[in-house]
């Protein structure tokens, strides 16, 4: 059976119970870019572009709390 996440409120679907579902591009896929974007705002996000710096790497785990490698 389908479910939704608890944060942004996307659509889940069940591999084995809705298995048989045809897959809908808007609501699998573009609703939940939408959501993500939206819930993503105005946040400071590095640009990718920037290359494999340290400088981009202390950046990224500031921005999003990622733990730091050994």
Do not use: C, E, H, Y
């Not at 608890?6 to 659509?11: A, E, Q, T, V």
């Not at 896929?29 to 819930?39: C, E, R, T, V």
């Not at 290359?51 to 050994?70: D, F, H, I, V, Y």
């Amino acid at each position: 059976m389908a479910s939704n996440t608890p944060n942004l409120n996307l659509l889940k679907k069940d591999p084995i119970v809705d298995r048989n579902d045809t897959f809908n591009i808007q609501t699998m896929l573009n609703d939940k870019w939408d959501k993500i974007d939206a819930a993503v705002g105005d946040t400071d996000i590095p640009d990718a572009s920037l290359g494999n710096s340290p400088a981009l790497r202390t950046a990224m785990l500031k921005t999003w709390q990622l733990p730091q490698r050994p």
